[in-house]
């Protein structure tokens, strides 16, 4: 494995059974993700990019080929390996939020470090902190259906953010958001990709993200069409 | 983690307080039901009790073995003295005697000849000593068509068809012929004060009530009755207790081989009704199992449902890295609470409800107008042990079983499956 390396996907297929043939989502898929990088994974309904962003995230498993992911093979993880993956190394930020409704903003955000089994004091720290970098400190006692759809996009960023992860895959996390609202989240997501060097992984086809990526993957049929790298990127 | 859990579970009417409210709802009409079917199997029962066979009853060991004959010349003698003793030695058993006898009732026209007459199926019940609620028993005074109760000696009632049937109204006299306990020819005048219908074929055909007095006047049975009806305190029947309280009677008197040696005998030891008592609880068995079964399946469904709609929250948490197994045993304690919050809340209400349709019963003596079967004429429950635990069947293991059903999907699926389901 690369040094710098955070993700190295090689000869990566992936098939789903569809009546009685195979639908194969992803084919013959090569990529490697640096540390800190910035990147979209960009295409139109059914090109792949959720498909590859579930088995990154250890969601799924390759059909065949490999993924390896912070030096974990995915396909060869137990179930349990996984959850431990995703539990301390990955974050995830969804289309939908999806906020536990019933709980407040800080317990949301609190979920994760919860499953880590850390103290109490330590975890209001974290918190607090999360909620800090995001502007929420005044929304801590609200719950989710009191919250705009921005301010539960951040939520949902703190939530991901705040076990300070290696690496935060996003689905279309600006799908339900207005213009203004995208820009603030993903100028937020760019800040802490810069301050606390957070790999971040999109799938997404919305033109407001993309202007914002360092790397654009560009997927078709699932296979990679075409790979950029921003001039000025700092990756 | 467990109070995070357990602040979701408060806070989410649809995961706790709504469930909570339809497994007591299941469970209350369960737990209802079988009172409710135990109570109606038993009324039957308590019909046959009241009228004919008690839930325990003491004769004389000829008179058991000829019972269908109805051997008044084989009664049982000093009466009195027998009723201290079991009075004493079974304080929570209400006895009362009676005498069953048969003649033919003769009705006059106004020269004193014989207008009208027909056989008579008699029975001599102590509606005046005040010592016991025969009246009440029978209930009499719901029965009575006509007229008035027996207030006086020398008054007795007739079965309204009968009446008819002789053309006989209250404030006429009648004349029983019949033989004595001794086997003499009898003669006895009554004042018919009213006439009844208890609604079953049997006793409305041809019958003649008196009080016990006026028919141990009329067959010479001084201190003396065919039978000693015995009705435990708790108002039905309880086999196990009945048997058990003979036995201990008889075993009394086990040595004595006299003809005339007091014999007790529980209402399932009498003729057929053994096998009707088998049969009753049979029935309620079967009854109350298929409306266990199907609340069961009602609840098992809700559970099913319940963690079914939660499949999305299941994707947040794995994808959080929550373990799989993690999610299921959540799963399982919240479904174990909410099984036996709902089961305990149920179980008390339906227990409410029961006791009050077991102390005062509902009315349907309207409905019974002219049934010709012996029907009871009020509905009442009755409280059983059962009805205790019987809720726990649908209200928390079906309630588990339905939950670990659902949960199975949390297995089967894949996480991206679960993940899928989320957005949608």
Redesign the interface.
């Known amino acids: 494995m690369e040094n710098n390396s955070i993700i190295r996907i090689k000869n990566l297929t992936k098939s789903f059974p569809m009546g009685k043939t195979q639908f194969t989502a992803l084919r013959n898929i090569n990529l490697i993700l640096g540390k800190g990088e910035f990147t979209g994974l960009i295409g139109p309904s059914g090109s792949g990019k959720t498909t590859l962003l579930n088995i990154v995230g250890s969601l799924d498993s390759p059909t065949s080929g490999e993924a390896w992911v912070l030096d974990h093979s995915i396909g060869k993880l137990t179930a349990k390996q996984a959850a431990q993956l995703r539990k301390e190394k990955l974050g995830f930020i969804f289309q939908s939020y999806n906020l536990l409704a019933v709980h407040t903003v800080f317990e949301n955000v609190e979920f994760p470090l919860l499953l880590l089994k850390m103290g109490a004091s330590e975890r209001k720290k974290m918190v607090m902190d999360a909620l800090e970098w995001l502007g929420l400190t005044d929304k801590v006692k609200s719950k989710p259906p009191q919250l705009s759809g921005g301010e539960c996009q951040r939520v949902a960023i703190a939530r991901a953010m705040v076990k300070k992860p290696s690496l935060v895959l996003a689905d279309e996390p600006t799908a339900n958001l207005d213009a203004a609202n995208s820009h603030h989240i993903l100028k937020t997501m760019e800040t802490l990709n810069r301050e606390l060097k957070t790999t971040f992984l999109f799938a997404t086809h919305d033109e407001k993200v993309i202007g914002y990526l360092h790397r654009k993957i560009y997927l078709l049929d699932g296979k990679v069409d075409r790979d950029e790298r921003k001039v000025n990127s700092e990756k | 983690?467990i109070k995070?859990l357990i602040?979701?579970l408060l806070?989410?009417k649809s995961r706790s307080r709504v469930p909570i409210i339809v497994v007591a709802v299941g469970v209350m009409l369960t737990v209802f039901m079988n009172a409710y079917i135990t109570g109606f199997m038993g009324d039957t029962i308590e019909m046959n009790a009241r009228f004919s066979h008690g839930h325990l009853k003491v004769m004389t060991r000829a008179y058991a073995e000829n019972m269908s004959q109805i051997p008044n010349d084989l009664a049982l003698m000093n009466v009195e003295e027998l009723l201290d003793e079991l009075n004493e030695k079974m304080p929570r058993v209400l006895w009362a005697p009676r005498i069953q006898f048969g003649g033919l009732v003769d009705a006059p026209d106004e020269l004193g000849e014989t207008r009208s007459q027909g056989p008579a199926m008699g029975m001599g019940i102590d509606l005046l000593s005040g010592k016991t609620n025969e009246a009440e028993r029978l209930n009499m005074e719901k029965s009575l068509v006509r007229g008035r109760m027996i207030q006086n000696p020398g008054e007795s009632l007739l079965s309204e068809e009968f009446s008819q049937k002789l053309n006989v109204n209250p404030g006429d006299e009648v004349t029983l012929i019949g033989s004595t306990m001794n086997g003499a020819m009898t003669m006895y005048n009554f004042k018919v004060v009213g006439t009844v219908s208890f609604g079953t074929e049997a006793m409305d055909r041809g019958t003649i009530i008196a009080d016990i007095e006026d028919a141990r006047e009329a067959l010479d049975m001084y201190d003396a009755a065919g039978e000693l009806f015995g009705f435990l305190e708790e108002g039905f029947y309880d086999d196990e207790k009945a048997i058990l309280l003979a036995e201990q009677f008889n075993m009394n008197y086990e040595g004595d081989s006299d003809d005339y040696t007091p014999v007790m005998k529980a209402l399932s030891q009498q003729g057929s009704m053994g096998q009707y008592v088998t049969m009753a609880d049979v029935w309620t068995i079967y009854i109350s199992t298929i409306f266990v079964l199907a609340m069961a399946l009602v609840l098992w469904n809700a559970g099913l449902l319940g963690g079914l709609r939660r499949y999305?929250?299941f994707?947040?948490?794995?994808?959080?890295?929550?373990?799989?197994s993690h999610v299921y045993r959540t799963l399982i304690y919240e479904s174990v609470f909410i099984g036996i919050a709902g089961t305990v809340v149920g179980t008390a209400v339906g227990l409410g409800f029961a006791a009050l349709v077991q102390k005062y019963g509902i009315d349907i003596s309207g409905m019974m107008e002219g049934a010709s079967m012996m029907f009871p004429t009020s509905i009442r429950t009755r409280i059983t042990p059962t009805d205790y635990y019987i809720g726990f069947i649908p209200g928390l293991l079906s309630t588990v079983i339905g939950t670990m059903l659902a949960g199975i999907g949390i297995y089967k699926r894949?996480?991206?499956q679960l993940?899928k389901e989320?957005?949608v």
């Open positions: 983690m995070f602040k979701g806070r989410d999305g929250e994707g947040v948490r794995l994808a959080m890295g929550e373990e799989k894949k996480t991206s993940f989320l957005e």
